[in-house]
C-alpha cells in the first residue's frame, strides 16, 4: 500500500524557533509537493521537488528531497506567527499519471 | 487567469435531496480532481480526469456518487441521494503537471 507519514501531525511553537517537518514516502517517486492550507482556506502549492537533492526556499520556509530515502523535509527557520497553518505533503508515484498520495497534514501553532 | 472557480461556496441540503458541486478549471489544465476534505478522513482522492475522460474513480465512496466532465472548462460531482455522512468540504483540482491548483471548495453540510 501507498503510505505517505509525516511528522509530527501537530506542532506548537514559539516565534523565533527553527523546526523541521518530516515527510516519508513509501513508493519510487521524484516527485513530491508541498502545500499549505489555513483553517477554512484552500490548499496553496509551496513548493514542487522533481529530483533527488532539490532544494528550494521561499522566505523562512525551506523544502528538501532526498529520493534514495524516500524523505522530504520541510524546515522552518526564525518562525513567526503568519506561518501559523497546516502543510501537506504528497507524492505522485513514479508509475501513477500525475495522482497525488496525502499525508495527514502537520498541523502548525505559532505563538507570539 | 481567475483561478479554479467551484460553485456553490456552500451548500445546506437535506437528507435524500439531489447535490450538483461545479468546477471550472483553469484554462489549459489537462487533469481534473475532485478531493473530499473531512476532519475524520483527511483529503481524499474521489475521481480524476484526463483530457476529459475519467482515470481513476476508485476513491468515489458509493453508486450515490457521479462526476462529469463534459468538456475541458467544466465538471460537475453529484450525489443522489445525500447523506449526513456526505457534510464535507468538496475540493477540485487543475493541473497541467507537475503541481495541482485548488479551488475554494464547496462546503456541504446535509442534515
Known amino acids: 500500500e501507498l503510505k505517505v507519514e509525516q511528522n509530527p501531525l501537530f506542532l506548537s511553537m514559539q516565534e523565533g524557533k527553527n523546526y523541521t517537518i518530516y515527510c516519508n514516502y513509501s513508493t519510487t517517486s521524484d516527485r513530491l509537493y508541498w502545500y499549505r492550507q489555513d483553517p477554512g482556506k484552500s490548499l496553496e502549492s509551496l513548493f514542487v521537488l522533481l529530483s533527488n537533492g532539490a532544494v528550494k526556499q521561499e522566505g523562512r520556509l525551506m523544502a528538501s528531497l532526498d529520493t534514495k530515502a524516500r524523505l522530504s523535509t520541510l524546515h522552518i527557520t526564525a518562525a513567526v506567527h503568519d506561518l501559523s497553518a497546516t502543510y501537506f505533503c504528497a507524492v505522485s508515484p513514479a508509475d501513477s499519471n500525475y495522482q497525488l498520495i496525502w499525508g495527514a497534514g502537520t498541523k502548525l501553532i505559532i505563538k507570539p | 487567469d481567475a483561478g479554479v472557480i467551484q460553485s456553490p461556496r456552500h451548500e445546506v441540503t437535506e437528507m435524500g435531496q439531489e447535490v450538483t458541486l461545479r468546477c471550472k478549471p483553469i484554462?489549459?489544465?489537462?487533469?481534473l480532481f475532485w478531493y473530499r476534505q473531512t476532519m475524520m478522513r483527511g483529503l481524499e482522492l474521489l475521481i480524476y480526469f484526463n483530457n476529459n475522460v475519467p482515470i481513476d474513480d476508485s476513491g468515489m465512496p458509493e453508486d450515490r456518487f457521479s462526476a462529469k466532465m463534459p468538456n475541458a472548462s467544466f465538471s460537475t460531482l453529484k450525489i443522489q441521494p445525500s447523506e449526513p455522512r456526505d457534510s464535507a468540504v468538496y475540493f477540485c483540482?487543475?493541473?497541467?503537471?507537475?503541481?495541482?491548483?485548488f479551488g475554494q471548495g464547496t462546503r456541504l453540510t446535509v442534515v
Open positions: 484554462s489549459g489544465h489537462d487533469y
Open positions: 483540482a487543475s493541473s497541467f503537471r507537475p503541481e495541482a491548483f
